[in-house]
Nanobody, 117 residues
């Protein structure tokens, strides 16, 4: 059974930081690229950051460049999203996902991030 379980969300003030984690099981983790998506109320889900299988290549959305960093630990089957300088517009449900070159993809249930004073 494939499981992606996000954690680390919560309420933070503008300018603050959070670190999201995603624990992955049931797949060969190192064979999958990993992504963080987010979906704000009334908006479409958007890709926030992506990291390649070996972790050498990452890609961030323009809206989070310089503030968010994606990383992974293939020994622990974990992927992380370090979020700094958070803004109210970063408020959303954040999802972890995995995909491979064969078209398989899996999603977590999401974790809520709220940026508010």
């Amino acid at each position: 059974q494939v499981q992606l379980v996000e954690s680390g969300g919560g309420l933070v003030q503008p300018g603050g930081s959070l670190r999201l984690s995603c624990a992955v099981s049931g797949i060969t983790f190192s064979s999958y690229a990993m992504n963080w998506y987010r979906q704000a109320p009334g908006k479409e889900r958007e890709l926030v950051a992506r990291i390649a299988r070996a972790g050498h290549t990452t890609k961030n959305a323009d809206s989070v460049k310089g503030r968010f960093t994606i990383s992974r630990d293939n020994a622990k089957n974990m992927v992380y999203l370090q979020m700094n300088s958070l803004k109210p517009e970063d408020t959303a449900v954040y999802y972890c996902s995995a995909d491979n070159i064969y078209g398989s993809s899996y999603w977590g249930q999401g974790t809520q991030v709220t940026v508010s004073s």
